[in-house]
Every structure is written in structure tokens, then in C-alpha cells.
């Protein structure tokens, strides 16, 4: 006769008990099961040994062993702590061993008991398929459920920030790159500007005004590269950063903070075309000045070649002694043969 529907207990440690009693029925030693919860990692730990079975002062001992098979201290867990709670069940094989024999009706009752033994079978492979709270866990089915739940969600939007954010951060990189091309042909552009300077301000010694002016727009022009350079560096910074490089607020961000691809992107693409604009200037200013000083130092005569009746200007001409071609664009008439000459002289016929 079986009175009662418990079919386990659960007690709380304390650090010194080791008999825990159980008052349900049972068949066998081996239809008790034992599993034991830790409350700080939430974990349920089914046992398979330390512990022993005493069917007829009904307790379970953990740790615990059959007299004689005690392993050493040293190898035996310590008693359950505060922290830890037992769990003590039945655990009984559905099977069905009682045959009753052939006289009528116990053939019938027989089949009776075999069938119920049947649905059991399938039902226990039924649950065997569903997702179901530890034996040893305290919560309840329906809280871990809305755990689950809740879990499920966040995960689900977690994974659809990292992939907003992994969008953002892939284009914030190609604005990135082409602010860093972009910056790189300003330099460059800078670089050719400082030579031009160079190379006017030798020639400008008849225009010192000349000269002046193109000096300071290659200051500024050096300047602007230099600035493109230091702010390059500055977005650099920017770009691999692990956090908010300024701490400041982002409501378009994720983290609501600013976030270094993309701030630097913007930023590097506004100083690069400033950069670019820059060079742009001093370059068409360092031009003028060439033009300039070549005029007032040539007095800009141009070549020509009478030809069938007709003058024809030369673009170059070619020195038969060393196979150097001049261009014939800016050249001297004179007697006297200059210091230093840049462009062609020619010397008048007697």
C-alpha cells in the first residue's frame, strides 16, 4: 500500500550533518537517487557515489560508505555547507516481474498491471524529450521558464545591436579609408607645392614681392599638411579605440557614447578637404608667381621659324653638342651671356 505522493525530499546544509532521513517507500536500495545544489553557481550535481542507502532506518548518508569501503579522508567530499542544499528521490525501474499465473482471472489482472507498466514506459520516454528543471533546483519550473524567456529576448536583441553596430562600424571604416586617401593626396599635393616654392623663390630676385607671397602661401600650405598630419594621427587614435575616446553623449550610438571609427571618419573627411583646398590654393598661387618672375626676368620672347613664308613658333629647340632640348617657351636675347641661366638663351646674330 503506498499512502503518500512524496517522492522526495530536499534538506539544508549546515556544515556538520551527514544523516539525511526519508520517510517515502521504496523497493530497493538502489531506487534512491541523490543530487545536491550550490546556490552561488545555480548548479545541480547528480551523485553517483559518497553517499550510502540504509533501507531500514530509512536515512541516506553523505558523505557516506558500506562499512570497510571508507576511501581515505583525504578523498571525501566536505560536508554539505550552508550554501549547498540535498535532495534525496525515488527513482524506481518501470517494469512489471510479478506473474500471477494462468488461473482465471489473473491472466486478466495481469495484463491489467503489464499495461499500465506500458504507458509509464512511454510517458517517462515522452518527458525524456522535454526541456525540465533539475530535481535539486529550488525555483520552480515557471520561474526558469520566464528566465528562458526573458534570456531568448535579450539575446535576440543583443544579437541585432552587434549586427547594427557591425554595419556602423563597416562603413564608418570606408569613410574612413577614403578621408586617409584623401588626406594622403593633400600632402602630396602640399609636397609638390613647397618644391614650386623653392624653385620660385631662386628665380623671384627681380620680384621680391613675388617671392614673398609665394614663401608665405608655401608657409601655409605646410602648415595646412602639417595640421592634415597631426589630425590624421589624432583619427588614428579614434579609429582603434576600445571605448568612447572623449566620453561625450551619442544618441545615434548604441552605448549612447561617441564611437571612435565614426567620429573619426567624420571628422577626418571634413579636415581632408579642407586640407585638399588648401593646397589647392597654394598651388594655383605658387603658379602665378612662377609666371610672374619668368616674365620679368626673359622679357617672355618667343622663337620662331620662318618657313615657306611663314613663322612658325617652336616649342623647343635641341643643343647639337650635348642633346639637350630647351624649351622655347621663356628666352634671353642678349650680347652677353647670363650667370645663371634657367631658361634659353639665344644669343642675336651679328
Keep these: 500500500m503506498i499512502e503518500t505522493t512524496i517522492t522526495k525530499v530536499v534538506y539544508q546544509g549546515d556544515g556538520k550533518t551527514t544523516s539525511f532521513p526519508f520517510s517515502f517507500a521504496i523497493d530497493e536500495e538502489s531506487n534512491i537517487g541523490v543530487a545536491v545544489y550550490n546556490k552561488s553557481t545555480q548548479k545541480t550535481r547528480t551523485l553517483s557515489s559518497d553517499f550510502c542507502v540504509d533501507t531500514v532506518a530509512k536515512t541516506v548518508r553523505y558523505p557516506g560508505y558500506t562499512p570497510g569501503q571508507e576511501p581515505p579522508a583525504t578523498e571525501q567530499p566536505p560536508v554539505l555547507s550552508a550554501d549547498e542544499m540535498i535532495t534525496i528521490y525515488r527513482e524506481t525501474e518501470v517494469t512489471q516481474l510479478t506473474n500471477l499465473g494462468s488461473k482465471y482471472p489473473l491472466p486478466k489482472i495481469e495484463g491489467m498491471s503489464d499495461k499500465l507498466t506500458m504507458i509509464l514506459q512511454e510517458l517517462i520516454e515522452t518527458l525524456s524529450r522535454a526541456i525540465k528543471v533539475n530535481i535539486g533546483d529550488p525555483e520552480t519550473p515557471e520561474t526558469r521558464y520566464i528566465e528562458m524567456e526573458n534570456w531568448v529576448g535579450d539575446t535576440a536583441q543583443n544579437a541585432k545591436i552587434a549586427q547594427e553596430c557591425k554595419e556602423v562600424a563597416a562603413s564608418s571604416a570606408d569613410k574612413a579609408s577614403s578621408s586617409e586617401i584623401a588626406a594622403a593626396k593633400s600632402q602630396g599635393a602640399a609636397a609638390t607645392s613647397e618644391a614650386n616654392a623653392a624653385v620660385s623663390e631662386r628665380n623671384a630676385a627681380a620680384s621680391a614681392e613675388a617671392a614673398n607671397q ?60 579642407a586640407s585638399r583646398e588648401a593646397a589647392q590654393r597654394a598651388t594655383g598661387v605658387l603658379q602665378d608667381a612662377v609666371a610672374t618672375v619668368k616674365a620679368a626676368i626673359t622679357g617672355s620672347h ?47 646674330m651679328s
Excluded at 312 to 334: A, E, F, I, Q, W
Design 214 to 273: 609665394s614663401a608665405m602661401a608655401a608657409a601655409d600650405s605646410a602648415q595646412a599638411s602639417k595640421s592634415a598630419a597631426e589630425e590624421s594621427k589624432i583619427s588614428k587614435d579614434w579609429a582603434i579605440s576600445t571605448s568612447s575616446p572623449d566620453g561625450a553623449t551619442d544618441s545615434g550610438s548604441p552605448t549612447e557614447k561617441t564611437q571612435s571609427s565614426r567620429s573619426w571618419a567624420l571628422y577626418a573627411r571634413s579636415e581632408g578637404i
Design 302 to 348: 618667343r622663337v620662331y621659324m620662318w618657313y615657306e613664308g611663314k613663322g612658325h613658333p617652336m616649342m623647343y629647340v635641341t643643343d647639337v653638342n650635348t642633346g639637350k632640348k630647351y624649351d622655347t617657351l621663356y628666352c634671353r636675347l642678349s650680347d652677353t651671356k647670363p650667370e645663371d641661366v634657367t631658361d634659353l638663351w639665344l644669343k642675336p
